[in-house]
């Protein structure tokens, strides 16, 4: 039955990533597009908050992770091999000084597993890094379209990632992150003879395919402090990185039909960004660290914050200078938790519901015309258990409200609803016989 859940999780998610683009963002349109959120359902409903882990669910933020304490309820044998698969579904709002526009976007995000080999855990997965999805028309001054601007794509991690435990409660681990990908962008200037468009406008069209390896580290803590209480902690830092970018920029003469809006190309003149230096280039991610602590009671209850500094003051692209556009440090607070009435009600099914909530406040490190684009979200989620309950297996639901930018200095607001969906599955592999 989760074979089945899985196959018709991915098929569908995979029909509805290639008919729509995975953002409709305009802050896309900045640097490598926005930054997807690296995480699972779970986190994601706790406010984005990553520092807890367990024997029975992914988590795709701390390398650490992977390791971990076997199941008691396995007789300490082993801790199961976990798989999960994720995606979402966002309707936003845009909103301007002057109007208001709806969209929507449809994203997979992420397919993952993670198997123990004795004190060592390993981890393995894919998910969209960052996503790049906008139609931009900025007017001139007699109220006619000046610039039109179309961008897409995005850039994908593969990862492979190991942990270790040290000693009881306490693992650490690493992992390495093939990032791969391209960004196609076109801008039209138009041309007008009085308020009439000419018959011919001109194209400018931009194609950069992007690949780099960065790696990210990774610590977690667990203690009792009591007899019920637990403390826990987790640490992960990102070096900063290069992605290298092969580029193509090409110049073209178009019709554009008045009634269907569809261009037809003229004409096509290749720039030589061989000769200006452009045609190679290398684009700085960002350093991050990442620390938070939180208090439970273990397979009950926890609560916990985390904040994220990232130096985003360190991005560069040599091959677009944005005008208007600055970045500066961005940083995110996370506070969140769950509740489980009771993981072990086998006669009660919604006592074993695990119930999440939390809330997120960020500073993207982006700044347009003098505002720092932020951007804050409340998020709820619940966990419903499927399958063989020996497995603890179950399948996420998320649900986000949040807003992105402002509508000051003739900029966009996006007010947002984001739906997520995921499956958390385990297995066992190898069992000892307790008969010969």
């Not at 926005?34 to 995480?39: I, R, S, V």
């Not at 045609?279 to 926890?302: A, M, N």
């Not at 700044?367 to 720092?372: F, R």
Request: hydrophobic share 30%; proline share 3%.
């Amino acid at each position: 039955m989760i074979k089945k859940l899985v196959l018709v999780f991915i098929v569908i998610f995979a029909i509805k990533g290639h008919s729509q683009q995975s953002t409709v963002s305009p802050y896309s349109y900045y640097g490598i597009g926005n930054l997807n959120f690296k995480g699972t359902v779970e986190n994601r409903s706790m406010g984005g908050l990553s520092i807890y882990n367990d024997s029975i669910h992914v988590n795709l933020r701390n390398p650490a992770s992977f390791a971990g304490e076997n199941l008691a309820s396995w007789g300490g044998q082993s801790r199961p091999v976990k798989y999960t698969v994720g995606g979402s579904y966002q309707s936003t709002t845009l909103k301007s000084e002057t109007d208001t526009g709806k969209t929507s976007s449809t994203t997979f995000n992420y397919l993952a597993m993670s198997f123990p080999v004795g004190k060592f855990g390993f981890g393995v997965g894919i998910m969209p890094y960052s996503s790049v999805g906008y139609k931009l028309d900025n007017l001139n001054d007699n109220g006619n379209i000046g610039n039109r601007f179309r961008g897409e794509g995005g850039i994908n991690k593969v990862f492979v990632g190991v942990g270790y435990q040290v000693m009881s409660g306490l693992s650490v681990g690493f992992d390495v992150q093939y990032n791969f990908g391209n960004i196609q962008n076109s801008i039209i200037a138009f041309q007008y003879d009085g308020d009439v468009p000419t018959q011919f406008q001109t194209r400018e069209d931009n194609r950069s395919d992007l690949s780099g390896v960065n790696f990210n580290l990774g610590v977690s803590y667990k203690r009792k402090i009591t007899e019920r209480l637990e403390i826990v902690s987790g640490l992960t830092y990102t070096a900063q990185s290069n992605l290298h970018s092969v580029n193509e920029r090409s110049y073209s003469s178009i019709i554009i039909n008045s009634s269907t809006g569809v261009e037809s190309i003229f004409n096509t003149v290749e720039d030589n960004l061989e000769a200006k230096g452009l045609r190679e280039t290398d684009l700085t991610l960002p350093s991050k660290i990442t620390f938070g602590v939180g208090i439970g009671q273990p397979r009950s209850w926890f609560l916990g914050a985390e904040y994220m500094a990232q130096n985003t003051s360190e991005f560069s692209n040599p091959l677009y200078t944005t005008t208007g556009a600055v970045y500066e440090n961005g940083s995110r607070f996370s506070l969140g938790g769950f509740f489980i009435p009771q993981y072990n009600s086998f006669s009660n099914y919604f006592k074993r519901i695990v119930y999440r909530g939390g809330l997120r406040l960020e500073n993207t490190g982006l700044n347009i015309n003098g505002e720092t684009i932020k951007e804050f979200g409340i998020s709820f989620g619940t966990g419903l258990p499927v399958g063989d309950s020996r497995l603890f297996s179950n399948a996420n639901l998320g649900l986000e409200f949040g807003k992105r930018g402002t509508t000051k200095s003739n900029l966009i607001q996006e007010n947002y609803i984001n739906f997520q969906i995921s499956l958390s599955l385990n297995d066992r592999w190898f069992q000892k016989r307790k008969y010969d």
